[in-house]
């Protein structure tokens, strides 16, 4: 892995003057315990810097670009959260649990990491680790071409236009991964679990590789999903326009901005989905199916626009 030394790196003399005015407000910690607790996980920018959250339980938040430089995050857990590009300089991470976290572009330069676990978290090349500190023996995984991720952990993994040719996948657990847009030519796939994973038309597989077979769900215009396990599922301005999604399980999918229109939902489950901005125009929905959901903006089958935020119990 290829790492920077921050006692030679040359300051940019071109970066911008005004960059520090849109450095995010503060967050309260207690505004963003309490929204975690009634089931918000979306927290992408967050400004957290010197905060106190040791020992907080924040798994599986969405804190990409986060700052928590000089914070204290002793003994947090964390567990599968993404925290990509987010700004750790400075923290104090002292066991800290990051087990499945992505850490892609990350800056832990002089963050304390002493007894953090980060087994089966994903790294790569800008991922800015302290001097020194080696995440392979401690079993992170490097997302890379050419990398061996053989019997790798990646349920679930936001992979998407992910570079990965030439990658040992041998026997790798990528259920539920979304593989949009992702590169696996040349990769070895062999005795590799990729049921319910996401792909698209532009993910490339192995010459041969038989993904429907795979079970993978092909995401696209008037596709079959029926019965699909999307529960939680990344699907932000998906286009499914007119796919049969019947039965499908779409509890929490963050479906903002998605492309629905003539779709066919009958029998799926929508509970704590977020379709704001989403067109549902035309589309087919059992009585009340958006119950518990947000649909702020939404163009909803009767061609009317919701102003609220769902019909929560």
Do not use: C
Request: glycine share 10%; charged share 30%; net charge negative.
């Amino acid at each position: 892995m290829t790492q920077i030394d921050p006692e030679t790196q040359e300051t940019d003399s071109t970066a911008d003057p005004f960059a520090a005015l849109a450095v995010p407000l503060p967050l309260d910690p207690n505004e963003l315990l309490g929204r975690y607790a009634q089931g918000d996980r979306h927290f992408p920018k967050a400004n957290l810097s010197g905060v106190h959250l040791s020992g907080v339980n924040l798994t599986r938040a969405e804190l990409g670009d986060a700052r928590f430089s000089e914070a204290n995050l002793s003994a947090a857990y964390l567990r599968g959260a993404d925290l990509r590009g987010a700004d750790f300089k400075g923290a104090d991470l002292r066991g800290a649990y990051l087990r499945g976290a992505d850490l892609r572009g990350a800056d832990l330069r002089w963050a304390d990491l002493g007894g953090t676990e980060i087994a089966e978290a994903l790294y790569d090349v800008q991922t800015r680790f302290p001097k020194d500190f080696d995440p392979q023996p401690r079993r992170a995984y490097a997302i890379a071409a050419r990398a061996n991720l053989r019997d790798a952990y990646l349920a679930g993994a936001d992979l998407r236009w992910t570079k990965l040719t030439e990658t040992e996948l041998n026997g790798a657990y990528l259920v539920r991964a979304d593989l949009r847009g992702a590169d696996l030519s040349a990769s070895d796939l062999e005795d590799a679990e990729l049921s319910a994973a996401l792909v698209d038309a532009e993910t490339q597989f192995p010459e041969g590789f038989d993904a429907i077979a795979a079970g993978v769900y092909l995401l696209g215009p008037e596709v079959r999903l029926l019965g699909a396990r999307l529960q939680r599922a990344r699907l932000a301005g998906v286009d499914l326009t007119r796919a049969d999604l019947r039965g499908a399980d779409l509890r929490h999918a963050d479906l903002r901005r998605a492309q629905l229109r003539g779709a066919r939902l009958k029998g799926a489950i929508l509970k704590g989905a977020r379709l704001l901005g989403a067109d549902l125009l035309g589309a087919h929905l059992d009585r009340d199916a958006l119950a518990g959901t947000d649909v702020r903006g939404a163009l909803l089958p009767d061609g009317t626009i919701a102003d609220r935020g769902g019909d929560r119990p």
